[in-house]
């Protein structure tokens, strides 16, 4: 059975950090791309960054050089640190795997809130 368990979110002043974690199971680390996606009240899922088991990321625009994305194989776990947050970050925020290799499967977290106070 494969789990995504985020956790890290929570309340915080605006031009803060929090570091949000994905503890994946039940599947090869290796064979997915782990990505962070946030909705916004009213709005569309996002992506925020993706992730391969070789370190390579990738970042929307809007998470250039305040999320960096980064995962620990051992521990089958992603992070997103986030920085200088604003209140246009708040969002419930997603990890998502999706399959590389092989057949396709694409698996997503419950969520974990983050709100931003400005």
């Known amino acids: 059975q494969v789990q995504l368990v985020e956790s890290g979110g929570g309340l915080v002043q605006s031009g803060g950090s929090l570091r949000l974690s994905c503890a994946a199971s039940?599947?090869?680390?290796?064979?997915?791309?782990m990505g962070w996606y946030r909705q916004a009240p009213g709005k569309q899922r996002e992506s925020v960054a993706v992730i391969t088991w070789c370190g390579v990321g990738t970042h929307a625009d809007s998470a250039k050089g305040r999320f960096p994305i980064s995962s620990d194989n051992g521990r089958n776990t992603v992070y997103l640190q986030m920085n200088s947050l604003k209140a246009e970050d708040t969002a419930v925020y997603y990890c998502?795997?999706?399959?590389?290799?092989?057949?396709?499967?694409?698996?997503w977290g419950q969520g974990t809130q983050v709100t931003v106070s400005s």
């Open positions: 998502d795997a999706v399959r590389i290799a092989g057949s396709s499967s694409d698996y």
């Open positions: 039940g599947i090869i680390f290796l064979f997915y791309a």
